[in-house]
Protein backbone atom coordinates (compact mmCIF):
# COMPACT_ATOMS: atom_id res chain seq x y z
CA UNK A 1 0.00 0.00 0.00
CA UNK A 2 2.85 2.41 0.94
CA UNK A 3 4.23 1.39 -2.45
CA UNK A 4 1.32 2.53 -4.49
CA UNK A 5 0.44 5.45 -2.78
CA UNK A 6 4.50 6.64 -3.34
CA UNK A 7 3.62 5.98 -6.63
CA UNK A 8 0.38 7.55 -7.32
CA UNK A 9 2.35 10.78 -5.66
CA UNK A 10 4.97 10.49 -7.75
CA UNK A 11 3.12 10.19 -10.60
CA UNK A 12 0.57 13.35 -9.92
CA UNK A 13 3.96 15.46 -8.83
CA UNK A 14 5.54 14.24 -12.23
CA UNK A 15 1.82 15.53 -14.16
CA UNK A 16 1.98 18.82 -12.35
CA UNK A 17 5.59 19.48 -12.93
CA UNK A 18 4.36 19.16 -16.58
CA UNK A 19 1.90 21.67 -16.47
CA UNK A 20 3.72 24.70 -17.16
CA UNK A 21 5.35 23.69 -20.56
CA UNK A 22 2.08 22.38 -21.49
CA UNK A 23 0.57 25.70 -21.19
CA UNK A 24 3.32 27.50 -22.65
CA UNK A 25 2.80 25.21 -25.83
CA UNK A 26 -1.07 25.40 -25.26
CA UNK A 27 -0.62 29.60 -25.44
CA UNK A 28 1.33 29.30 -28.51
CA UNK A 29 -0.62 27.34 -30.58
CA UNK A 30 -3.76 29.07 -29.42
CA UNK A 31 -2.06 32.35 -30.61
CA UNK A 32 -1.01 30.70 -33.81
CA UNK A 33 -4.46 29.76 -34.63
CA UNK A 34 -6.09 32.83 -33.91
CA UNK A 35 -3.76 34.67 -36.17
CA UNK A 36 -3.80 32.02 -39.17
CA UNK A 37 -6.17 34.00 -40.56
CA UNK A 38 -4.26 36.80 -41.72
CA UNK A 39 -1.12 34.27 -43.17
CA UNK A 40 -3.96 33.42 -46.04
CA UNK A 41 -4.22 36.64 -47.29
CA UNK A 42 -0.72 38.35 -46.54
CA UNK A 43 3.09 36.61 -46.74
CA UNK A 44 4.13 36.60 -43.44
CA UNK A 45 7.31 38.77 -44.84
CA UNK A 46 4.80 41.92 -45.77
CA UNK A 47 3.47 41.37 -42.20
CA UNK A 48 6.93 42.15 -40.40
CA UNK A 49 8.76 44.23 -43.01
CA UNK A 50 5.44 46.27 -43.61
CA UNK A 51 5.94 50.19 -42.48
CA UNK A 52 1.91 50.92 -42.64
CA UNK A 53 -0.20 50.16 -40.12
CA UNK A 54 -3.65 51.29 -41.71
CA UNK A 55 -6.07 48.66 -40.33
CA UNK A 56 -9.49 50.04 -41.91
CA UNK A 57 -7.37 50.11 -44.78
CA UNK A 58 -6.07 46.27 -44.56
CA UNK A 59 -2.62 47.40 -44.12
CA UNK A 60 -0.94 45.44 -41.25
CA UNK A 61 2.73 46.14 -41.18
CA UNK A 62 4.84 45.28 -37.94
CA UNK A 63 7.91 46.59 -38.95
CA UNK A 64 7.69 49.89 -36.62
CA UNK A 65 6.52 48.09 -33.76
CA UNK A 66 9.11 45.75 -33.80
CA UNK A 67 11.51 48.25 -34.51
CA UNK A 68 10.36 50.80 -31.74
CA UNK A 69 10.59 47.81 -28.92
CA UNK A 70 14.07 46.49 -30.18
CA UNK A 71 15.07 50.12 -29.81
CA UNK A 72 13.37 50.28 -26.47
CA UNK A 73 14.57 47.25 -25.06
CA UNK A 74 18.00 47.80 -26.35
CA UNK A 75 18.83 51.10 -24.70
CA UNK A 76 17.26 49.87 -21.54
CA UNK A 77 19.85 47.16 -21.91
CA UNK A 78 23.12 49.52 -22.31
CA UNK A 79 21.92 51.39 -18.95
CA UNK A 80 21.14 48.26 -17.13
CA UNK A 81 23.84 45.97 -18.03
CA UNK A 82 26.40 47.92 -16.69
CA UNK A 83 25.00 48.94 -13.05
CA UNK A 84 23.44 45.71 -12.58
CA UNK A 85 27.05 44.04 -13.09
CA UNK A 86 28.95 46.34 -11.05
CA UNK A 87 26.11 46.52 -8.41
CA UNK A 88 26.25 42.52 -8.12
CA UNK A 89 30.19 42.84 -8.13
CA UNK A 90 29.93 45.07 -5.16
CA UNK A 91 27.61 43.39 -2.88
CA UNK A 92 29.04 40.02 -3.15
CA UNK A 93 32.92 41.18 -2.92
CA UNK A 94 33.32 44.08 -1.06
CA UNK A 95 29.78 45.29 0.59
CA UNK A 96 29.94 44.48 4.25
CA UNK A 97 27.28 41.89 5.83
CA UNK A 98 24.90 44.48 6.92
CA UNK A 99 24.76 46.14 3.33
CA UNK A 100 24.45 43.12 2.01
CA UNK A 101 21.49 41.95 4.19
CA UNK A 102 19.17 45.99 3.58
CA UNK A 103 20.19 45.53 -0.03
CA UNK A 104 18.48 42.11 -0.83
CA UNK A 105 15.09 42.62 0.66
CA UNK A 106 15.57 46.25 -1.08
CA UNK A 107 16.32 44.20 -4.52
CA UNK A 108 13.44 42.19 -4.05
CA UNK A 109 10.89 44.76 -3.45
CA UNK A 110 11.84 46.40 -6.56
CA UNK A 111 10.71 43.22 -8.51
CA UNK A 112 7.35 43.14 -6.77
CA UNK A 113 6.31 46.53 -7.35
CA UNK A 114 3.87 46.40 -10.01
CA UNK A 115 4.88 47.76 -13.86
CA UNK A 116 1.99 50.55 -13.43
CA UNK A 117 3.90 52.26 -10.50
CA UNK A 118 7.12 52.48 -12.63
CA UNK A 119 4.54 53.79 -15.69
CA UNK A 120 3.28 56.62 -12.94
CA UNK A 121 6.84 57.58 -11.84
CA UNK A 122 8.16 57.65 -15.35
CA UNK A 123 5.16 60.30 -16.49
CA UNK A 124 6.28 62.46 -13.43
CA UNK A 125 9.49 62.42 -13.03
CA UNK A 126 11.26 60.91 -16.12
CA UNK A 127 9.27 62.38 -18.72
CA UNK A 128 9.83 65.60 -17.79
CA UNK A 129 13.68 65.21 -17.38
CA UNK A 130 13.93 64.00 -20.76
CA UNK A 131 11.68 66.52 -22.33
CA UNK A 132 14.43 69.15 -20.70
CA UNK A 133 18.26 67.29 -22.14
CA UNK A 134 16.62 67.16 -25.41
CA UNK A 135 18.88 68.88 -27.60
CA UNK A 136 17.64 71.90 -29.30
CA UNK A 137 18.02 70.16 -32.96
CA UNK A 138 15.30 67.31 -31.95
CA UNK A 139 13.21 68.94 -29.12
CA UNK A 140 11.02 66.11 -27.71
CA UNK A 141 7.67 66.08 -25.23
CA UNK A 142 9.53 63.41 -23.23
CA UNK A 143 7.26 60.91 -24.09
CA UNK A 144 10.13 58.95 -25.70
CA UNK A 145 12.59 55.74 -26.54
CA UNK A 146 14.60 57.49 -23.94
CA UNK A 147 12.10 57.95 -21.50
CA UNK A 148 10.75 54.36 -22.11
CA UNK A 149 14.31 52.88 -22.02
CA UNK A 150 14.97 54.47 -18.28
CA UNK A 151 11.72 53.06 -16.75
CA UNK A 152 12.38 49.39 -18.24
CA UNK A 153 16.45 49.50 -17.13
CA UNK A 154 14.86 50.05 -13.56
CA UNK A 155 12.41 47.06 -13.52
CA UNK A 156 15.16 45.05 -14.78
CA UNK A 157 17.93 45.94 -12.42
CA UNK A 158 16.48 42.93 -10.00
CA UNK A 159 16.63 40.16 -13.27
CA UNK A 160 20.23 40.92 -13.21
CA UNK A 161 21.38 41.71 -10.22
CA UNK A 162 19.99 38.44 -8.53
CA UNK A 163 21.03 36.21 -10.98
CA UNK A 164 24.96 37.39 -10.59
CA UNK A 165 24.66 37.61 -7.51
CA UNK A 166 23.56 33.89 -7.43
CA UNK A 167 26.35 33.42 -10.53
CA UNK A 168 29.03 34.83 -7.72
CA UNK A 169 27.73 32.95 -4.95
CA UNK A 170 28.73 29.71 -7.17
CA UNK A 171 32.14 30.77 -7.77
CA UNK A 172 34.01 28.65 -4.65
CA UNK A 173 35.85 30.79 -2.07
CA UNK A 174 38.94 28.71 -2.33
CA UNK A 175 40.16 30.49 -5.85
CA UNK A 176 39.29 33.84 -4.32
CA UNK A 177 41.65 33.15 -1.72
CA UNK A 178 44.42 31.43 -3.84
CA UNK A 179 44.35 34.86 -6.14
CA UNK A 180 44.80 37.06 -2.64
CA UNK A 181 47.32 34.76 -1.60
CA UNK A 182 49.72 34.89 -4.38
CA UNK A 183 49.59 38.92 -3.82
CA UNK A 184 46.19 40.13 -6.15
CA UNK A 185 44.43 43.03 -5.31
CA UNK A 186 40.33 42.52 -4.70
CA UNK A 187 39.69 44.06 -8.14
CA UNK A 188 42.49 41.76 -9.46
CA UNK A 189 40.40 38.99 -8.02
CA UNK A 190 37.27 39.82 -9.05
CA UNK A 191 38.22 40.68 -12.65
CA UNK A 192 40.44 37.48 -13.18
CA UNK A 193 38.55 34.87 -11.35
CA UNK A 194 34.98 35.81 -10.45
CA UNK A 195 34.14 37.36 -13.28
CA UNK A 196 36.07 34.97 -16.07
CA UNK A 197 34.59 31.73 -14.12
CA UNK A 198 31.27 33.33 -13.82
CA UNK A 199 31.19 34.86 -17.44
CA UNK A 200 28.63 32.65 -18.88
CA UNK A 201 25.95 33.18 -16.21
CA UNK A 202 26.74 37.22 -16.85
CA UNK A 203 25.81 36.61 -20.22
CA UNK A 204 22.63 34.22 -19.23
CA UNK A 205 21.62 37.23 -16.82
CA UNK A 206 21.79 39.47 -19.21
CA UNK A 207 19.86 37.11 -21.68
CA UNK A 208 16.81 36.61 -18.99
CA UNK A 209 17.26 40.72 -18.23
CA UNK A 210 16.55 40.92 -22.37
CA UNK A 211 13.60 38.57 -22.21
CA UNK A 212 12.29 40.50 -19.24
CA UNK A 213 12.25 43.54 -20.75
CA UNK A 214 11.12 42.89 -24.18
CA UNK A 215 7.30 41.87 -23.00
CA UNK A 216 7.34 44.25 -20.47
CA UNK A 217 3.63 46.07 -20.96
CA UNK A 218 1.97 48.94 -19.33
CA UNK A 219 5.19 51.10 -18.11
CA UNK A 220 6.70 51.50 -21.40
CA UNK A 221 3.41 52.09 -22.71
CA UNK A 222 2.42 55.23 -20.43
CA UNK A 223 5.96 56.96 -20.85
CA UNK A 224 7.12 55.56 -24.51
CA UNK A 225 5.10 58.07 -26.92
CA UNK A 226 3.20 55.72 -28.48
CA UNK A 227 3.32 56.98 -32.12
CA UNK A 228 3.35 53.79 -35.01
CA UNK A 229 6.82 55.35 -36.40
CA UNK A 230 10.41 54.49 -36.74
CA UNK A 231 12.12 55.91 -34.50
CA UNK A 232 15.68 57.49 -35.52
CA UNK A 233 16.88 58.85 -31.88
CA UNK A 234 16.57 58.02 -28.57
CA UNK A 235 14.01 61.19 -28.54
CA UNK A 236 11.88 60.09 -30.49
CA UNK A 237 8.29 58.59 -29.71
CA UNK A 238 8.19 54.94 -30.49
CA UNK A 239 5.03 52.01 -30.38
CA UNK A 240 6.29 48.70 -28.76
CA UNK A 241 4.61 45.70 -29.58
CA UNK A 242 3.37 44.95 -26.29
CA UNK A 243 1.88 48.79 -26.00
CA UNK A 244 -0.03 47.62 -29.87
CA UNK A 245 -1.42 45.08 -28.68
CA UNK A 246 -2.61 46.20 -24.56
CA UNK A 247 -3.67 49.87 -26.74
CA UNK A 248 -6.14 47.75 -29.52
CA UNK A 249 -7.29 44.71 -28.00
CA UNK A 250 -10.99 44.36 -27.70
CA UNK A 251 -11.22 47.56 -29.91
CA UNK A 252 -12.02 47.66 -33.68
CA UNK A 253 -12.35 43.85 -34.09
CA UNK A 254 -14.89 43.99 -36.57
CA UNK A 255 -12.51 45.41 -38.94
CA UNK A 256 -11.73 42.02 -40.75
CA UNK A 257 -8.44 40.64 -40.08
CA UNK A 258 -7.57 43.15 -37.41
CA UNK A 259 -8.08 40.46 -34.60
CA UNK A 260 -5.52 38.21 -36.54
CA UNK A 261 -3.01 40.66 -36.44
CA UNK A 262 -2.86 41.86 -33.12
CA UNK A 263 -2.60 38.13 -31.89
CA UNK A 264 0.05 37.58 -34.88
CA UNK A 265 2.04 40.19 -32.93
CA UNK A 266 1.11 38.51 -29.69
CA UNK A 267 2.55 35.47 -31.08
CA UNK A 268 5.95 37.15 -32.26
CA UNK A 269 6.40 38.51 -28.91
CA UNK A 270 5.77 35.30 -26.97
CA UNK A 271 8.11 33.45 -29.51
CA UNK A 272 10.83 35.65 -28.53
CA UNK A 273 10.59 36.10 -24.91
CA UNK A 274 10.60 32.03 -24.85
CA UNK A 275 13.04 31.19 -26.77
CA UNK A 276 15.68 34.13 -24.51
CA UNK A 277 14.19 32.50 -21.66
CA UNK A 278 15.17 28.65 -22.47
CA UNK A 279 18.66 30.10 -23.69
CA UNK A 280 19.16 32.15 -20.16
CA UNK A 281 18.06 29.12 -18.90
CA UNK A 282 20.64 26.64 -20.36
CA UNK A 283 23.45 29.25 -20.40
CA UNK A 284 22.90 29.01 -16.74
CA UNK A 285 22.66 25.84 -16.10
CA UNK A 286 25.87 25.20 -18.10
CA UNK A 287 27.43 27.84 -16.02
CA UNK A 288 26.38 26.20 -12.43
CA UNK A 289 27.73 22.87 -13.76
CA UNK A 290 31.31 24.17 -14.54
CA UNK A 291 31.61 25.86 -11.90
CA UNK A 292 30.80 22.90 -9.74
Given at each position: ???????????????????????????????????????????????????????????????????????????????????????A??????????????????????????????????????????S?????????????????A???????????????????????????????????????????V???????????????????????????????G???????????????????????????????????????????????????????????????R??E
Amino acid sequence: MKQERDGTARRLMGLMTLLPGLLVGLMLTGLFLKSKAIFSLRPLSELLFGSVWKPLKGQFGLYPFLMGTLWVTLAAMIIAVPISILTAVYLSEYAPRFIRRTARPMIDLLAGIPSVIFGVWGVLMIVPFVSKIAPASSPSSGYSVLAGAIVLAIMVFPTIILVCLEVFAAVSQDLRDTSLSLGATRWETVRHVVLRKGGGGLVAAVILGFSRAFGETMAVLMVVGNVARVPHSLFDPAYPLPALIANNYGEMMSVPLYDSALMLAALVLMLVVVVFNVLGRIILAKVERRIE
